[in-house]
């Protein structure tokens, strides 16, 4: 799975992240987070095929952080 793969359902925590470690919000409900962790090293203009090698299972946090 993918970086986009995970888009569709998931939007990216706000707030700063490592390049391979990030937390995302489910785009229904975004107290359901997951965090994952992407394999290699980013480049910006590929960031979206990013393959995810961890990803955590989901779990509900009442502090929602907006961009």
Do not use: W
């Amino acid at each position: 799975m993918t970086r986009a793969d995970l888009l569709k359902v998931f939007t990216p925590e706000g707030g700063f992240h490592a390049a391979n470690n990030a937390t995302f919000l489910s785009r229904a409900c975004p107290y359901f987070k997951v965090d994952v962790e992407f394999s290699g090293a980013p480049t910006q203009g590929e960031r979206n095929a990013d393959v995810i090698a961890k990803i955590s299972r989901p779990y509900v946090d009442d502090r929602v952080v907006v961009d």
